[in-house]
């Protein structure tokens, strides 16, 4: 018995210390593959809608989607994933949609179709059918024989997926964004004073004011972050160039992306109250 | 034995993938081109030679009926941080290697230097011995990405060898392949142990 506790106790803090390891390794990496993740999702969506430069998640009514603004903070698309129900099980598939409503990707992300017929619904050629379709086309396409079910599947979960995403995000989702929505930027009729603005950084609420004076921005004092301090040192340095520009149309900081965008956001936020 | 030839005897005469024959599935698995075998050798090498200097440095204070998974808690830990570091610094290697870097976990060539090595032996044999038997192993991956690579593509390391004209064997890139390079690798460095004596 004794013996026992004594083993339990030795694994436990073999335990203890593993895990105080991996949390530490977590801490550092998880910054550097999140800024990674964020410029590989750019770059996916880049392919979609080429004017874009900047994207945000936003949910609405239950439906969350991938929603990508141009440097104006223009909306000019919206990334979202649908599922059908084919003949093998599930099919998941992503579905870009441009700012004029049409279907400009098509990807089947999971599927169980039967190999050979089925899961042909995968392949270019056929999700390639889709591209161009919008609200009040007819969402056929050819078909392919011994897959009737899944090719009639894809028509059906496409037309009623890309209805669902359209009628919820046609607005770039604006509805439900509203806690992080970009706001328009203009410094014209903002009155001299001090304008609190808040956005979500990578780790927390980013708090800050934006003191205008003169029709000017000249200056922004962060109040509250919780930003990993060597990337929040880069992060910092956006505040100078908008400030020098006059304008919260500025590059993020690479290496630093989440953290400045969500500067440049807070900054948005505050001006446009 | 001495520190040296701790650290030399995993280079060929204990040479895990050839003389061992440990940690094949891995070794079958990733190295269809000389860069995947090196960066995997590298990765199995930091976990087995961190694994090593932990264990040998816990070694009296690691009961016997719990030594396995003490061991195991031990070199998943070091497996998950390599998993981690791929992750961020070189995510190229690591969408490669995928799923074989969490399963250095259960790589034979490392539990194995843990339980009969690393477990029994002092500090610096240990450390000695891990660098040794990594070296060998991603020189054995590295040797056998390179043949695959060479005769499958006709290049190592992505530099063109053999010249346009060469019709690669593509069943050298295909797993087939793998066995068929590794057993005629093993009966080379077979053969030539016997001939220079190095048992």
Redesign the interface.
């Known amino acids: 018995m004794k013996?026992m506790i004594?083993?339990g106790v030795?694994?436990m803090i073999?335990?203890v210390v593993?895990a105080a390891?991996?949390a530490y390794?977590?801490q550092?990496?998880?910054i550097?593959?999140a800024e990674?993740l964020h410029q590989e999702k750019v770059a996916q969506l880049a392919e979609l809608f080429p004017t874009l430069t900047n994207f945000e998640e936003r949910t609405v009514d239950g439906r969350s989607a991938t929603v990508a603004f141009d440097a104006e903070n223009k909306f000019v698309g919206v990334l979202a994933e649908g599922q059908t129900e084919g003949y093998g099980g599930p099919i998941s598939f992503n579905l870009g949609i441009n700012a004029a409503g049409e279907i400009v990707g098509l990807t089947v992300v999971a599927q169980t179709e039967t190999p050979g017929l089925g899961d042909k619904i995968k392949e270019p050629w056929f999700t390639e059918q889709f591209l161009g379709k919008k609200a009040g086309d007819t969402f056929t396409v050819d078909a392919i024989s011994g897959a009737t079910v899944s090719v009639k599947a894809m028509e059906t979960g496409v037309e009623r997926e890309y209805n669902e995403i359209w009628q919820r995000f046609s607005d770039g989702g604006a509805a439900g964004g509203a806690g992080n929505a970009a706001p328009a930027f203009s410094l014209e009729g903002v009155a001299d004073g001090t304008y609190p603005g808040t956005a979500k950084g990578f780790k927390g609420d980013i708090t800050l004011e934006v003191i205008v004076a003169g029709g000017k921005i000249t200056a922004i004092n962060v109040t509250a972050q919780q930003e990993t301090a060597d990337r929040w040192a880069d992060a910092e340095k956006v505040i100078g160039e908008i400030i020098a520009k006059q304008t919260v149309q500025v590059d993020a900081v690479s290496g630093a992306t989440i953290s400045s965008d969500a500067i440049i956001k807070a900054v948005q936020n505050a001006l446009a109250q | 034995m001495s520190v040296i030839s701790e650290f030399s005897k995993g280079i060929i005469k204990e040479n895990a993938v050839f003389r061992l024959v440990l940690g094949l599935c891995p070794t079958l698995a990733v190295t269809t081109k000389a860069e995947f075998g090196l960066g995997m050798g590298v990765a199995t090498s930091a976990v087995l030679v961190c694994s090593n200097l932990a264990i040998s440095l816990m070694r009296n204070?690691?009961?016997a009926?719990?030594r396995i998974?003490?061991f195991i808690?031990?070199i998943?830990?070091f497996v998950?941080?390599v998993d981690?570091?791929l992750?961020?610094?070189m995510?190229a290697l690591h969408a490669q290697l995928g799923i074989f870097v969490p399963l250095i976990v259960v790589n034979c060539v490392i539990l194995g230097r843990a339980e009969a090595f690393a477990s029994k032996s002092p500090v610096v044999h240990s450390l000695a011995d891990g660098l040794g038997i990594g070296l060998g192993f991603a020189f054995s991956l590295t040797l056998l990405g390179a043949v695959r690579e060479l005769l499958g593509a006709g290049t190592i390391f992505n530099v063109n060898i053999l010249g346009a004209a060469y019709e690669p064997f593509k069943v050298f890139g295909s797993p087939p392949g793998a066995f068929l390079a590794l057993g005629l690798l093993m009966a080379l460095v077979n053969m030539l142990s016997k001939k220079y004596k190095l048992e």
């Open positions: 013996d004594r083993m030795i694994l073999f335990c593993a390891a991996l390794t977590n550092v990496t998880s550097v593959i990674r | 204070f690691i009961p009926k719990i998974p003490s808690i031990i998943a830990t998950t941080m981690m570091l992750n961020a610094y995510p």
